[in-house]
């Protein structure tokens, strides 16, 4: 067979795995005639963006339920309807085309209202962190050339300094806790004046601009137009969605994951149930309460739900929970372990980039095996695991995680680029393979401490401080010094009502680890800072000296 034969045969048995897989799934069902016309024709109009599946999802089943928020639920038609009028409205008030569409909002259907929109108008939609200062946000609009903003009420501070720098900025209110009086701008005001009309075609394709988690620095946009059908049925190998089920996403909708988990949803025609602000037991009742098959969190969200008390999680049964999908951060181990024991195996955790997409899937067996895995690469993705000089290193050994998969990356907004290495991306990450094939994320790849001549990765040490049954949380990094060059501090946060002196936490330490791993100085602190993806934020830690 010749090598043009060889290729096609492959890609013809590759078609139809998506497509099986694609139909087993339930994402694609049978429909009259004149809903497929009607699928064509939004194809050609909107093009195949990250938002295109909602308009897809509202003629395959128009009057489901959508969304649900504290405000009621929405049908796939009425989200249609609504971002159809809010797009003619935003035009309205911005006195002609927007390139950049700023969303500063939680999750519930101003942000969805807006993303839609901006999908409408062919424009970029960039999601702004919640967590932001307001001079980190002025700097990343500025950057971006955003001169509208949609956002919620509660951040009226925030934006203020880009009130200041961004000259002719439009204001609007995604979501208002009450009115907000005459002559206030707001995505339901707007939609409510332009119900029934419809914008334009736009000229082009609308896009997402995604940052970068940005927990050491200024965080990048990355521009990313969404992926294949063969990139979504790799994920639905490993992830058992089911088209037209119930997802709670409890995920911050600006993260990547969190987003990610948005589109799967309206990719799937599965009703998104969410709230604005994240709550352990109400995430539990939501769950109950809609039946809902699949729940979307960050790590932390799991963990804060493992440390309520027992009778508290007696109350609820998550028996209609096939899947607990988590990325963004390492999970806690024990976290992981306890949600499976109480709840089912139904945990798994995925290894993503904002630049890459899905890269693995840790399925319950995964974590069973090794809790804190980041399990096996998705079909059509590759990992290798290489030393400085590009050169695969031995199974086992911790290298430079580089990825090639399928999921496109448009590129930084800024101009940045990622550096490849034989068509891998290099992801930033360090990691190792077992003899299984699964992956471990050790850490950053310039997050390496080298102490005394000694490379050290925190988060080997902070997995066994993790472990030590006082401690609810910790992170270890390096700070100066003049002998060693730099030196190990752990900041930790402890359980209710728990003591822990710093000599016995090293002792701990000492006690499975090398001597150079132990930390010298320990912080204890009420809670760790965080951002809203749940990531700890290392620049807002206090500088180690008050140590325990």
Same mark, same amino acid.
């Given at each position: 067979?010749?090598?043009?034969?060889?290729?096609?045969?492959?890609?013809?048995?590759?078609?139809?795995?998506?497509?099986?897989?694609?139909?087993?799934?339930?994402?694609?069902?049978?429909?009259?005639?004149?809903?497929?016309?009607?699928?064509?024709?939004?194809?050609?109009?909107?093009?195949? $963006?990250?938002?295109?599946?909602?308009?897809?999802?509202?003629?395959?089943?128009?009057?489901?339920? &959508?969304?649900?928020?504290?405000?009621?639920?929405?049908?796939?038609?009425?989200? +249609?309807?609504?971002?159809?009028?809010?797009?003619?409205?935003?035009?309205?008030?911005?006195?002609?085309?927007?390139?950049?569409?700023?969303?500063?909002?939680? $999750?519930?259907?101003?942000?969805?209202?807006?993303?839609?929109?901006?999908?409408?108008?062919?424009?970029?939609?960039?999601?702004?962190?919640?967590?932001?200062?307001?001079?980190?946000?002025?700097?990343?609009? !500025?950057?971006?050339?955003?001169?509208?903003?949609?956002?919620?009420?509660?951040?009226?501070?925030?934006?203020?300094?880009?009130?200041?720098?961004?000259?002719?900025?439009? !204001?609007?209110?995604?979501?208002?806790?009450?009115?907000?009086?005459?002559?206030?701008?707001?995505?339901?005001?707007?939609?409510?004046?332009?119900?029934?009309?419809?914008?334009?075609? =736009?000229?082009?394709? @609308?896009?997402?601009?995604?940052?970068?988690?940005?927990?050491?620095?200024?965080?990048?946009?990355?521009?990313?137009?969404?992926?294949? &059908?063969?990139?979504? &049925?790799?994920?639905?190998?490993?992830?058992?969605? /089911?088209?037209?089920?119930?997802?709670?996403?409890?995920?911050?909708?600006?993260?990547?994951?969190?987003?990610? +988990?948005?589109?799967?949803?309206?990719?799937?025609?599965?009703?998104?149930?969410?709230?604005?602000?994240?709550? =352990?037991?109400?995430?539990?009742?939501?769950?109950?309460?809609?039946?809902?098959?699949?729940?979307?969190?960050?790590?932390?969200?799991?963990?804060?739900?493992?440390?309520?008390?027992?009778?508290?999680?007696?109350?609820?049964?998550?028996?209609?929970?096939?899947?607990?999908?988590?990325? @963004?951060?390492?999970?806690?181990?024990?976290?992981?372990?306890?949600?499976?024991?109480?709840?089912?195996?139904?945990?798994?955790?995925?290894? $993503?980039?904002? !630049?890459?997409?899905?890269?693995?899937?840790? +399925?319950?067996?995964?974590?069973?095996?090794?809790?804190?895995?980041?399990?096996?690469?998705?079909?059509?993705?590759?990992?290798?695991?290489?030393?400085?000089? @590009?050169?695969?290193?031995?199974?086992?050994?911790?290298?430079?995680?580089?990825?090639?998969?399928?999921? =496109?990356?448009?590129?930084?907004?800024?101009?940045?680029?990622?550096?490849?290495?034989?068509?891998?991306?290099?992801?930033?990450?360090?990691?190792?393979?077992?003899?299984?094939? /699964?992956?471990?994320?050790?850490?950053?790849?310039?997050?390496?401490?080298?102490?005394?001549? !000694?490379?050290?990765? =925190?988060?080997?040490?902070?997995?066994?401080?993790?472990?030590?049954?006082?401690?609810?949380?910790?992170?270890?990094?390096?700070?100066?010094?003049?002998?060693?060059?730099?030196?190990?501090?752990?900041?930790?946060?402890?359980?209710?009502?728990?003591?822990?002196?710093?000599?016995?936490?090293?002792?701990?330490?000492?006690?499975?680890?090398?001597?150079?791993?132990?930390?010298?100085?320990?912080?204890?602190?009420?809670?760790?800072?965080?951002?809203?993806? @749940?990531?700890?934020?290392?620049?807002?830690?206090?500088?180690?000296?008050?140590? &325990?």
């Amino acid at each position: 067979m010749s090598d043009v034969l060889a290729r096609r045969f492959a890609g013809l048995r590759t078609q139809l795995w998506v497509f099986r897989m694609l139909v087993s799934s339930r994402m694609l069902v049978l429909m009259s005639p004149a809903k497929y016309v009607r699928l064509v024709r939004i194809l050609r109009e909107q093009g195949t $963006n990250a938002t295109t599946s909602f308009a897809l999802a509202a003629v395959r089943n128009p009057r489901g339920t &959508a969304l649900v928020d504290e405000l009621g639920s929405l049908t796939w038609q009425e989200l +249609q309807d609504r971002s159809a009028a809010l797009a003619v409205g935003i035009t309205d008030v911005a006195g002609g085309p927007v390139e950049t569409l700023a969303i500063l909002c939680r $999750n519930h259907r101003g942000f969805v209202d807006s993303l839609l929109a901006n999908s409408r108008l062919g424009g970029s939609a960039l999601l702004l962190n919640t967590g932001f200062s307001g001079p980190q946000l002025a700097d990343v609009m !500025e950057r971006e050339g955003a001169r509208v903003i949609i956002y919620d009420e509660e951040f009226a501070g925030v934006v203020a300094d880009a009130r200041a720098r961004v000259a002719g900025l439009v !204001e609007i209110l995604g979501w208002t806790d009450a009115d907000p009086g005459p002559g206030t701008l707001t995505a339901e005001g707007l939609i409510a004046k332009h119900a029934g009309k419809v914008p334009p075609r =736009p000229v082009t394709s @609308g896009r997402v601009v995604l940052l970068t988690s940005g927990t050491t620095g200024t965080p990048k946009g990355a521009r990313r137009s969404g992926g294949g &059908a063969d990139e979504l &049925a790799s994920m639905l190998e490993r992830i058992p969605w /089911r088209g037209e089920e119930t997802t709670v996403v409890a995920a911050p909708m600006f993260h990547a994951w969190g987003f990610g +988990q948005l589109v799967i949803s309206a990719t799937m025609t599965c009703t998104v149930v969410t709230r604005r602000r994240f709550d =352990p037991e109400a995430t539990l009742a939501l769950v109950d309460e809609h039946r809902a098959a699949g729940l979307s969190v960050v790590p932390v969200m799991l963990e804060r739900i493992m440390d309520l008390p027992a009778g508290t999680l007696d109350r609820y049964s998550l028996a209609s929970l096939r899947f607990a999908s988590a990325s @963004g951060s390492r999970m806690k181990p024990q976290s992981v372990v306890a949600f499976m024991d109480r709840f089912g195996d139904v945990v798994h955790n995925s290894y $993503n980039a904002t !630049e890459a997409g899905q890269i693995s899937v840790a +399925q319950p067996a995964d974590l069973r095996h090794a809790a804190d895995t980041a399990g096996r690469p998705v079909r059509g993705t590759a990992i290798r695991i290489v030393d400085d000089a @590009g050169v695969d290193v031995p199974t086992g050994t911790v290298g430079r995680i580089i990825v090639r998969g399928a999921s =496109p990356f448009d590129g930084y907004t800024a101009g940045a680029e990622k550096d490849f290495i034989d068509g891998f991306m290099v992801s930033g990450d360090v990691g190792r393979l077992d003899e299984g094939g /699964r992956l471990y994320v050790v850490g950053r790849d310039d997050d390496m401490i080298v102490s005394g001549g !000694e490379n050290v990765y =925190p988060i080997e040490v902070e997995k066994v401080i993790g472990a030590h049954p006082a401690v609810r949380e910790v992170v270890v990094i390096g700070v100066d010094d003049e002998a060693f060059g730099q030196r190990l501090a752990a900041y930790v946060a402890l359980n209710d009502g728990a003591t822990l002196a710093g000599d016995e936490l090293k002792t701990h330490v000492k006690a499975q680890l090398a001597g150079y791993k132990v930390p010298r100085e320990v912080v204890v602190l009420d809670a760790l800072p965080r951002n809203a993806s @749940g990531k700890i934020t290392v620049r807002d830690l206090p500088a180690a000296g008050g140590a &325990a």
